[in-house]
């Protein structure tokens, strides 16, 4: 199978999750995506983040219409901080007839270079960047095996989500109705 892996604190996981994973399942050609919920992102140890099976609990409840998304805890069982290089070569050591490729957005790109292993996992699996608003990126200046998910922007974050529901504000739209609810008195 080839299994899309779309890593991330999901805190809240929000439609523009749902809508950038449904691009990068029909575009790759892929049988899955799944949704690696990070315990511990290296690179956000100072953000505070809901309990992992909490955001566990959203991610499955946000994907559970769709037959080809999964939510993972599989970094649950993994040393912290999760590395990603780690995360793969256990998912390749536990599901060897799977191909796996990584979905990382531009801001991820941008600081590819300072990840624990990034070119052991250039080397080994094949990534696709989803530009941010504002990021110029080409294929053309990307090394092999490295691609552009070529979609329309979404202008949806976490932080935003959050930040509104800090002020009271409303975020029907922003996430699943499926948690929109729970979204609003978890944070």
Known sequence: MNIGIFGGSFNPIHNGHLTLARAFLEKEKLDEVWFMVSPQNPFKADQALLDDHLRLKLVQKATDNNPH????DYEFRLPKPSYTWNTLRHLSSDFPAHRFTLLVGGDNWAAFNRWYHAEDILSHYRLVVYPR???QLSD???PPGVSILSTPFID????EIR???RQGMSVRGLVPPAIETEVGRLY
């Open 133 to 135: 608003r504002g990021e």
């Open 156 to 159: 949806i974050s976490s932080t």
């Open 163 to 165: 930040r509104r529901i």
């Open 140 to 142: 053309n200046a990307l």
């Open 69 to 72: 998304f999964k939510a993972s």
